[in-house]
């Protein structure tokens, strides 16, 4: 028999009914869109995408290729470790990208130099005030300050004025683009100090946005935190009915998201030595897509940051791919769009088919 009783009201276990984890399915996709282009490369340009073809090169794999897979993806990871909470709460979060660029731009100039080549710093924004040279923990307190401001708005107006997330952090999206542009009057900040500079070194964006995809893996699956952000996600009356504080908790996740976005803007700006107002651009579109390939349901209550390492990694992908069969940059915008309305598609599929199963 495909059935054993579990001796609970009467309800069965049926083998039949047994899926593959949604992160399974995530990574599948990733290695068949390897092999895609691993094949189109051998066929067509008759080298590999994967794999070491250089005699002068030690070592099977493309280390530089994997290396530059991931490392292009990982600033803005950071911000769909975010994203992803939010939308797994049943939110959405526009402003991430804006957020980013208002950041940078207030971070950076406290990160700045005194002197450059022996000269005062012509970028400096506070020199006459003599805050330059300073430790690099005060732009990276900055940083998060900033972050958590933003986030505690968003989080604060859904809450208690219980307007939609959409408008909400389309306002904040708005306003801090605005800041980033008048912080400086749309001048760029530039000159940091050597230890902030140090921030994005060689592989620390990885690093850093590996280790915090672990943390909050972990903080997901076995604190109360994450069983309330599912518990809200999935069913929010229910919720509320059991007794879960839910304006205190969507504020905590919209405060947790705007200080990621802080922290992704001080590895980019650490990583460019400057900071200019349009950074971060489309960054929150880029995020969310990543969960959503991920298996991030936008219904709320499904998902993981696992699913969403993996959705970074396909967009890293893609994007090293296109490049290494030498096509334009503008293809991978297109295919980007093609795979997030996918993604939602299949997303809505699984929902149905989950409904009639029930």
Known sequence: MSQTSHGVGGVSYDAKRRTWPAEFNVFLALVILVIVFELIGRIFLGDSFLFNTRDNVAGIFNEARLQIIILQVSIVGIIAIGVTQVIICGGIDLSSGSIVGATAMIAMSFAQVATVNGNPNPKAMFLAQGWTDLPVIVPVLVAIACGMLAGLINGSLIAYTRI?????????????????????????????????????????????????????????????????????????????????????????????????????????????????????????????????????????????????VIGALIFGVIISGFTFLRLDAYYQEMVKGVIIVGAVVLDQWRQRMRALRA
């Open 164 to 308: 939609p997330p959409f408008i909400a952090t389309l306002g904040m999206m708005i306003t801090a683009r605005g800041i980033a542009k008048w912080w400086s009057k749309g001048q760029p900040i530039s000159f940091p100090t050597d230890s902030f500079a140090a921030i994005s070194t060689g592989s620390r964006p990885v690093i850093i946005f590996l280790a915090l995809a672990v943390l909050f893996q972990l903080i997901l699956t076995y604190t109360r935190y994450g069983k309330h952000c599912y518990a809200i996600g999935s069913n929010e009356d229910a919720a509320r009915m059991s007794g879960i504080k839910i304006p205190n908790h969507k504020i905590l996740v919209y405060t947790i998201a705007g200080i990621l976005a802080s922290l992704a803007a001080v590895v980019l700006c650490s990583k460019n030595l400057t900071a200019q107002s349009g950074m971060g651009v489309m960054y929150e579109l880029d995020a969310i897509a990543m969960a959503v390939i991920g298996g991030v349901s936008l219904s709320g209550g499904r998902g993981s940051i696992i699913g969403t």
